[in-house]
């Protein structure tokens, strides 16, 4: 392999037999440049989902309450469950260590004013942890804090497109705003991945909020993240668990699937990595048998280069040529056709992959692209098509008597 | 008259080929005998087993049954490496045809053996231009086969089967595609080459070819008819 005489021998045919070269080496490129295709598009596929995702912790476990199905221990069934601040308190002793953050969510649709504009948005009351439950992004000024909740102070923290539709270009930290009448004042400014709808979200303090609404201790919701060292079952048992203790305390039948509802992300999560682990198959099938039909190709095309080259093959070995050095020369021009071929396969695709980048996000492909790993493992891959693709081939050139090879034409 | 070591020594040698269901036997027996520094001419019709004869001794084709000693040492059960490094070392050839590598200019064909050899580059380009010299086309060096005459091309053949320093050429019919006087041209060289010390086996069917060698053998279906010296 590393014999430089050798490689000196192989340039010189092959430069020499360019045509011959080229046409060996399209099916490579061909199916190379289809293989990272399609791994580009397949990472474009699983971008777009981890996309999709991004808005809230993919820790995270929503609890809703609603009206029961099932009548049990004397209550009739469509009895109404309100969530309360007490169940958050029975959550914490409860699980403890197992609950990372938590906040209660009571939601609103209210009018906002500032000045001369004014707009219908969003309102979710919350506590400090639902920063980390939603991953809020403070752009300026700071999230609601517990000092917030103990006061019950009217303070906001607002979307970034709230501030630039009530605000234009000018900033709105400090400054106060109404909402449904009363004024709070904005202490922060945030972004959020999940999109626009996001961040025309206002945030303001629980407390305040169940005041304000009259909702006493009431809350619409509960938002938890389970403890990230949990794996997925014990995730989903958790998320489970979290269910039956809550019907539990509000006297509702085990079986009832209403009354309280959970929303597990751990399931979503393995859900979704069912899919994508599908999508990877599908890829890889395809992906691998675009790349045997192209060491086929190239194997065939080897077999009629050395038909071709039997005369040559044959004055080599009157020469003095053993088997093993026409087999190692045969064998290690496959592999360095296929490899210099299949490597600009590789540079076209991903060139490729990076043209349409932009122009692909609507079909639901984000930033389609391979990664360092793959491209390693195409070109050991390349390697062993290459010794695959010239082994057949080679073992004939081998097997040639050196006078049957001289009397071909 | 001397004797001088035998280089080829060849006692009842058969040879047939299958032919489907039957088999054509080719050579039936041959006894001969080729001491070193001998130039000799083998003659025949077609299908006389000259050229079969040719091909076992260039150790290009393998003999049923018989003995056969080249350079003293027994032929048999040779495999392909082996084969091909006892023709690398002690043969060379001529063809009719030329059998040059058409991609490689001249300097490249008649390297080629010492590559085999295991030579170094610088070496064995430095030997192919000495022996091309020594064929009268040095000039002719970097010059593809097409690019040359047929008697030209000879030359360049000539200069690869000697660069290895064989002790024979084995020559088939190498003046078959030449015109009269380029054919004495190339027989002339080839009987210097003898009085260097050089064994020659050349094949032919033109007595005038084979008049200028110094031994005769004739080959009828498959045996010796005549070995006389010239």
């Known amino acids: 392999m590393f014999d430089l005489d050798r490689w000196h021998e192989i340039f010189e045919a092959i430069s020499k037999n360019k045509l011959r070269t080229v046409l060996t080496g399209f099916t490579v490129a061909f199916a190379i440049l289809l293989f990272t295709l399609l791994f580009g598009v397949g990472n474009g596929l699983q971008n777009t989902f981890k996309k999709q995702f991004a808005d809230d912790a993919n820790?995270?476990?929503?609890?809703?309450?609603?009206?029961?199905?099932?009548?049990?221990?004397?209550?009739?069934?469509?009895?109404?469950?309100?969530?309360?601040?007490?169940?958050?308190?029975?959550?914490?002793?409860?699980?403890?260590?197992?609950?990372?953050?938590?906040?209660?969510?009571?939601?609103?649709?209210?009018?906002?004013?500032?000045?001369?504009?004014?707009?219908?948005?969003?309102?979710?009351?919350?506590?400090?942890?639902?920063?980390?439950?939603?991953?809020?992004?403070?752009?300026?000024?700071?999230?609601?804090?517990?000092?917030?909740?103990?006061?019950?102070?009217?303070?906001?923290?607002?979307?970034?497109?709230?501030?630039?539709?009530?605000?234009?270009?000018?900033?709105?930290?400090?400054?106060?705003?109404?909402?449904?009448?009363?004024?709070?004042?904005?202490?922060?400014?945030?972004?959020?991945?999940?999109?626009?709808r996001e961040e025309r979200m206002i945030y303001i303090p629980i407390t305040t909020a169940q005041g304000i609404f009259g909702r006493n201790d009431e809350v619409d919701q509960i938002n938890i993240t389970f403890n990230p060292e949990m794996n997925t079952e014990e995730a989903i048992a958790f998320g489970k668990d979290v269910q039956q203790e809550l019907r539990k305390k509000h006297d509702i039948d085990p079986r009832d699937d209403n009354g309280i509802r959970t929303q597990n992300m751990a399931e979503a999560n393995q859900q979704v990595g069912q899919m994508m682990f599908g999508i990877n198959l599908v890829v890889l099938i395809i992906g691998l048998g675009t790349l045997i039909a192209g060491i086929v190709g190239v194997s065939n095309i080897m077999v009629y280069v050395v038909k071709e080259r039997t005369k040559e093959l044959g004055i080599r070995k009157a020469l003095g040529a053993t088997p093993a050095a026409i087999v190692g020369m045969i064998i290690q021009e496959t592999i360095f056709i296929t490899a210099l071929a299949g490597y600009s396969g590789l540079i076209v695709g991903i060139g490729l992959l990076k043209w349409m980048s932009p122009h692909v996000e609507e079909y639901f492909i984000t930033n389609p692209s391979v990664s360092k790993s793959v491209v390693i493992g195409a070109t050991v891959l390349l390697v062993v098509s290459g010794l695959i693709a010239g082994y057949l081939p080679a073992k004939r050139a081998a097997s040639i008597k050196p006078i049957e090879a001289l009397n071909s034409r | 008259m001397e004797t001088k070591p035998k280089m080829i020594e060849i006692k009842d040698l058969h040879k047939s080929y299958p032919m489907g269901?039957?088999?054509?036997?080719?050579?039936?027996?041959?006894?001969?005998?080729?001491?070193?520094?001998?130039?000799?001419?083998?003659?025949?019709?077609?299908?006389?087993?000259?050229?079969?004869?040719?091909?076992?001794?260039?150790?290009?084709?393998?003999?049923?049954?018989?003995?056969?000693?080249?350079?003293?040492?027994?032929?048999?059960?040779?495999?392909?490496?082996?084969?091909?490094?006892?023709?690398?070392?002690?043969?060379?050839?001529?063809?009719?045809?030329?059998?040059?590598?058409?991609?490689?200019?001249?300097?490249?064909?008649?390297?080629?053996?010492?590559?085999?050899?295991?030579?170094?580059?610088?070496?064995?380009?430095?030997?192919?231009?000495?022996?091309?010299?020594?064929?009268?086309?040095?000039?002719?060096?970097?010059?593809?086969?097409?690019?040359?005459?047929?008697?030209?091309?000879?030359?360049?053949?000539?200069?690869?089967?000697?660069?290895?320093?064989?002790?024979?050429?084995?020559?088939?019919?190498?003046?078959?595609?030449?015109?009269?006087?380029?054919?004495?041209?190339?027989?002339?060289?080839?009987?210097?080459?003898?009085?260097?010390?050089?064994?020659?086996?050349?094949?032919?069917?033109?007595?005038?070819?084979?008049?200028?060698?110094?031994?005769?053998?004739?080959?009828?279906?498959?045996?010796?008819?005549?070995?006389?010296?010239?």
């Open chain 1, 59 to 196: 820790n995270a476990i929503f609890i809703y309450a609603d009206k029961t199905s099932k009548a049990y221990k004397g209550y009739q069934a469509g009895r109404e469950i309100k969530l309360k601040n007490d169940d958050l308190k029975f959550l914490v002793n409860k699980f403890g260590d197992k609950i990372q953050f938590m906040s209660p969510r009571i939601y609103n649709f209210l009018k906002t004013t500032y000045q001369n504009e004014s707009s219908m948005n969003d309102i979710r009351a919350v506590k400090p942890d639902h920063q980390f439950l939603e991953n809020t992004i403070i752009e300026s000024g700071r999230y609601i804090n517990q000092l917030d909740l103990e006061r019950r102070s009217k303070v906001a923290v607002i979307g970034r497109l709230v501030e630039k539709d009530l605000f234009k270009n000018r900033s709105a930290l400090n400054k106060n705003i109404v909402i449904d009448g009363l004024s709070y004042k904005v202490v922060g400014v945030f972004s959020d991945e999940g999109g626009d």
């Open chain 2, 21 to 230: 269901k039957d088999s054509l036997h080719v050579l039936k027996g041959l006894n001969l005998e080729i001491k070193e520094g001998e130039f000799v001419s083998i003659m025949g019709a077609s299908g006389s087993g000259k050229s079969t004869l040719l091909n076992i001794i260039g150790l290009l084709d393998t003999h049923d049954t018989g003995t056969y000693r080249l350079n003293d040492e027994l032929i048999e059960n040779l495999n392909e490496k082996k084969a091909a490094q006892l023709r690398n070392k002690f043969l060379g050839f001529i063809f009719q045809s030329f059998n040059l590598i058409n991609y490689k200019n001249a300097q490249e064909n008649v390297a080629l053996p010492l590559y085999y050899a295991g030579m170094s580059r610088k070496d064995r380009n430095e030997q192919a231009l000495k022996y091309l010299d020594k064929v009268g086309i040095k000039d002719w060096a970097h010059h593809l086969p097409n690019e040359m005459s047929g008697g030209q091309k000879q030359r360049v053949a000539i200069a690869r089967a000697l660069v290895s320093h064989p002790k024979v050429i084995l020559a088939d019919e190498p003046t078959g595609a030449l015109d009269s006087e380029t054919s004495h041209s190339v027989m002339d060289l080839l009987r210097e080459i003898n009085k260097e010390g050089m064994t020659i086996i050349v094949i032919t069917h033109e007595e005038e070819i084979a008049k200028a060698s110094d031994r005769i053998i004739r080959l009828k279906d498959g045996i010796i008819v005549s070995d006389e010296k010239v």
